[in-house]
């Protein structure tokens, strides 16, 4: 996820945006905002190498200096990346005080940054950089801070210590508050062309990435975590149909999210087909007709269920009831 010693990025359509923040961001606060799935976190951890690298890094860190290989290792003294628990076990980048996983008996990894652990973040921001090239504190993503933790940093964030950069990256701006939203500087992060998001899909081996890059709205590291979950080209194409013959089957060993997401993909597809558009997520020929009323009901009842997506259902019964109804809803044709 950061720049190894050929200097190369880890996503090759993050160079451009790269080069342009280290031309033209001064500030101290920085939040950095791109959809979910296109390497916001990737971005954020090439732009903290390259304020921390010691080599040439005009345009991005050199891959090469003392500092770039301790932040290869993780163990950069002035780099202090914060996220949520459950990403930090995901990515091996755990903080000094994470136990190892099991001592905390069946506690459940929080999804939240917690206020304790910002409270920490602050403590390491106040001690004097260790390499004498500054601090970055990162943040990821910083929609994960919850509201005790957000009013905690608010100091940090309108007067950190000399040298010290802060660096929020959040999917929707919206979603943090006010307060901190004002005492940011805005570094936005587009969604890369399709061709290019198509061609490093396809060098990662995903097949027919043209249709999983539909499928998870133009996001190549959706896309690929797709790919990597075995829902291939010619598994998305084949759901509609599955779910309009009522074949729960298909959804089966999916989490239950992300079947709620495709399903929720396809009833808005077969609503743009009912209404005379076209379809976003899967290709044209494989989405049912459907009857408009039945299909907002679908979709008022999928949209209930997703926002309580983690709760401890019964997974093969909830996805059953859920494809029945999209079977009543979708009609084949004759």
Known sequence: MVVG??????????????????????GHALMLHGAAGI????????LAQAWLCEGQAARGPCGRCGSCHLVQSHLHPDL???????LRQSLAWPLVDDKPEGE????????????????SAIDWVMKTSSRGRG????????????PQAANALLKTLEEPPAGTRVLLSVA???????????????????????????????AQGVQDADVLLAAASGRP??????????IDAAAWTALPRAV????????????????LDALQKLCHDALARAAGGAPRYFPAGSVPGGRIADLVEWQSSLSRVAQHDEHPWNEALLLDALVAQGRAALTLPA
Do not use: Y
């Open 39 to 46: 390497g916001a976190l990737h971005f954020g951890l090439a």
């Open 135 to 146: 601090k970055v504190l990162l943040m990821h993503p910083a929609e994960a801070i919850n």
């Open 104 to 119: 905390d008996g069946k506690k459940k990894p929080s999804r939240q940054i917690r206020i304790g652990e910002v409270r």
């Open 244 to 259: 309009a013959h009522g074949q729960g089957a298909a959804l089966a060993g999916w989490p239950v999210p992300r079947a």
């Open 5 to 26: 010693e050929d200097g190369a990025l880890p996503l090759p359509w993050l160079a451009a945006p790269l080069a342009e923040a280290l031309a033209q961001q001064r």
């Open 221 to 230: 590291l959706d896309a690929q975590a797709l790919a990597a979950a075995g």
């Open 80 to 86: 202090f990346v914060l996220l949520p628990e459950t």
């Open 172 to 202: 929707d701006p919206a979603h943090l508050l006010p307060t901190v939203r004002s005492r940011c500087q805005r570094l936005a992060l587009p969604a890369p062309p399709a061709a290019e998001a198509a061609r490093w899909l396809a």
